[in-house]
């Protein structure tokens, strides 16, 4: 009876949490953070700065819990005025606005028409917005020419059809056909959360003032990856393809250049690795693009390359100093210079560097988390999108030459006015071989340091990803905290932004030094005083999933877990994710030549699980398919340990839609509550 009600006093602090965003404050005092806050925060999204440098053209996207749907829509932000406006065609869905050169003009997309298409809207409101294209496929993002006359962007074709009246027979056909079913011949037949369809990805042009699109690479195959950039004078565009290789094995990507008149493709990149996001130079006589030296590895180090557009002089590679990822990259104005915004230790810096690499890279923004960073005109002000795990996203200005940022927007500024957070606290401890590693702590609201706290540890995916000083809008560290725990996360081993050593030790290793790192850390915060010994908790996604199901195996200290989208079986997850070159790098080989596979499988030591432990998983996930949880949870039920499954028939990898979310969050804490409140 006591049990039931320590476990009911933790289930009604939960539904406090799930109820308070809902609540009226007691004037002047601020609530706990609450679902509902997580989904009324808004972020903007690829901010662009006026020709004339006056104002912030931007994306802001959101998520409407009635309608269980995501949001999308555009503003425009006037530096002097701070005058906020919608620019809008009309549309639920509108995002991804570009600049005309005429700095009134906006190239953006817009749902108007039932699928996305491309309009030209009037910045000032005086002009009716024109739709300027038609296709029966949803066409991505648009740019403008340099003199304003084109609008280029890329659009799904099937391969041999000549004009868009043969895509959309295509099309029709096949949604008319009552046989769904499908015959392939070759790897890969599906990816992420989609059957492919054997569509591919074009470039098209369109007049600015509306007229035929025109397929510029019509005889193409294989098509682009998403990246592409044009000259100023439009006569060549710059794309990164898929090399002919087979795409299910292989990293390789290389960037071509199409001359736009005689529709004719050169490719011009010959590392075998990855290469990719190329950038035309201001002049046109330059291109700067990403790229991965071994072939294979999705998570090499993704360093900066110049090249001349003709390829005479070779390669240059101005970032190599810097032991860390080109994330982000851009040309200065006058294009003698490049900037790049890189992952360091749990945040971001910006650097800028001579474009031919002949003087180091110099450190300008550091210390912070960014995102979608431009570079104004005048080449004097860097905006981004800058969060914390305290502060939701904003746009902010940064000196291109150093000095003080400033904050450029205040959309969430009632998170501030009206949410208690928890403190948030940086730590170094000793991992496996004596490596330092990092890690963020999070005290909930009114926590004592000198109490002995329940801890939650998040496991962050990748593995090579990075628990960074952010507001993550799916795992919100503030609502994982909220109800009074402790909450760790640990850039264990694998982590970017720690040098590329750091990152390859994973690769062969998923439950070896990883593991270690964590439960090193776990010990430093308990030696610390700052957690309790005996009410343990831990849970992540994807390679964080996996991560708990090893802790399942290999530890009995955890009161509970919980995994999402982790790998269970590493044998079967081989044949049937989408992407082979990952699981062949990561564990030297196919399931047949490697024993890693079974050596790493938390399913190898499964007679070993005991830790009570919640399961989650989505229907639609491609990477980690379903069989993994399904497995995984008729282990534990055939052995007695307490478990659930959480199966979501609509969602992927992610969980995206806002009703799911809330599900997931709450499942969750209700797990969390049952298992560290009880005696």
């Not at 038609?134 to 280029?152: C, K, N, Q």
């Not at 914390?388 to 927007?409: D, H, M, N, Y």
Request: hydrophobic share 40%; proline share 6%.
């Amino acid at each position: 009876m006591k049990r039931a009600l320590v476990v009911l006093a933790g289930l009604l602090a939960v539904l406090f949490v799930a109820a308070a965003g809902s609540a009226a404050s007691v004037a002047g005092e601020k609530r706990t953070i609450a679902f509902e806050d997580v989904v009324r925060l808004k972020e903007p999204v690829g901010p662009s700065v006026s020709p004339d440098g006056s104002r912030l053209l931007f994306g802001l996207t959101g998520r409407d819990l009635q309608e269980n749907r995501s949001t999308a829509s555009v503003f425009m932000f006037d530096t002097k005025s701070r005058k906020m406006t919608q620019v809008t065609a009309g549309g639920k869905l509108e995002n991804a606005p570009a600049w005309a050169p005429d700095g009134r003009h906006v190239v953006m997309l817009s749902d108007v028409a039932c699928s996305s298409q491309l309009f030209v809207v009037d910045s000032q409101g005086e002009e009716a917005p024109k739709m300027i294209t038609s296709l029966s496929s949803p066409v991505m993002p648009g740019r403008f020419s340099a003199d304003g006359s084109t609008v280029f962007f890329t659009s799904l074709v099937f391969p041999g059809c000549a004009d868009d009246a043969c895509n959309r027979k295509r099309r029709e056909a096949i949604d008319a056909d009552p046989v769904k079913a499908q015959v392939f011949e070759r790897l890969m037949y599906r990816h992420w959360d989609s059957w492919r369809d054997g569509t591919v990805e074009h470039l098209f042009s369109v007049p600015a003032g509306g007229g035929s699109a025109v397929d510029l690479m019509p005889d193409d195959s294989w098509g682009l990856t998403g990246s592409w950039s044009v000259t100023p004078d439009g006569t060549r565009a710059v794309y990164t393809t898929k090399d002919p290789l087979d795409e299910t094995l292989n990293t390789n990507h290389q960037v071509a250049v199409l001359d736009v008149a005689g529709r004719k493709t050169s490719v011009v990149t010959e590392n075998r690795g990855y290469d990719g996001g190329p950038v035309v130079s201001p002049d046109g006589q330059w291109v700067a693009w990403a790229s991965q030296q071994r072939p294979g590895f999705e998570s090499d180090r993704m360093r900066l390359s110049v090249q001349r557009m003709g390829g005479a002089g070779g390669v240059l590679y101005p970032s190599n100093e810097i032991d860390h990822w080109a994330w982000e990259f851009g040309w200065f104005p006058d294009g003698s210079e490049l900037w790049f915004l890189v992952p360091e230790q749990g945040r971001t810096a910006i650097y800028r560097v001579d474009m031919q690499g002949r003087s180091k890279p110099k450190k300008i923004v550091d210390g912070q988390t960014l995102s979608a960073v431009t570079l104004s005109p005048d080449g004097k002000w860097f905006y981004a999108v800058r969060q914390s795990l305290s502060e939701p996203s904003e746009i902010w200005k940064f000196p291109s030459r150093g000095g003080v940022a400033s904050a450029v927007t205040s959309i969430n500024s009632w998170f501030a006015q009206e949410v208690r957070t928890a403190s948030v606290e940086e730590v170094w401890w000793e991992g496996a071989g004596g490596a330092k590693i990092h890690g963020f702590v999070l005290f909930p609201p009114g926590t004592s340091k000198s109490k002995k706290n329940p801890l939650l540890v998040l496991i962050h995916g990748g593995p090579q990803g990075m628990w960074a000083d952010q507001m993550h809008p799916r795992w919100n560290a503030q609502l994982f905290a909220a109800p009074g725990y402790v909450t760790f996360l640990p850039n264990i081993r694998g982590s970017i932004g720690f040098g590329q050593q750091f990152v390859d030790e994973i690769s062969r290793d998923w439950g070896g030094k990883a593991f270690e790192d964590l439960m090193l850390g776990v010990d430093f915060l308990i030696k610390k005083g700052w957690v309790d010994p005996d009410r343990l908790a831990a849970g992540g996604g994807s390679y964080g999933g996996y991560l708990a199901n090893w802790l399942e195996a290999r530890t009995d200290r955890f009161k509970c877990l919980f995994s999402h989208a982790g790998v269970y079986d590493l044998n079967s997850k081989y044949g049937t994710t989408d992407e082979l070159w990952f699981p062949e790098w990561e564990f030297g080989g196919t399931p047949w030549t490697s024993e890693d596979y079974t050596k790493w499988s938390p399913s190898s030591y499964v007679k070993d699980f005991k830790t009570p432990m919640l399961v989650i998983h989505g229907a639609y996930d491609f990477r980690v398919c379903e069989n993994q949880a399904m497995q995984l949870f008729t282990a534990l039920q055939r052995q007695g340990v307490p478990s659930k499954f959480l199966y979501f028939p609509d969602e992927s990898h992610f969980v995206a839609k806002p009703r799911n979310s809330q599900l997931w969050y709450r499942t969750i804490h209700e797990w969390l509550a049952q298992w560290l409140n009880a005696e």
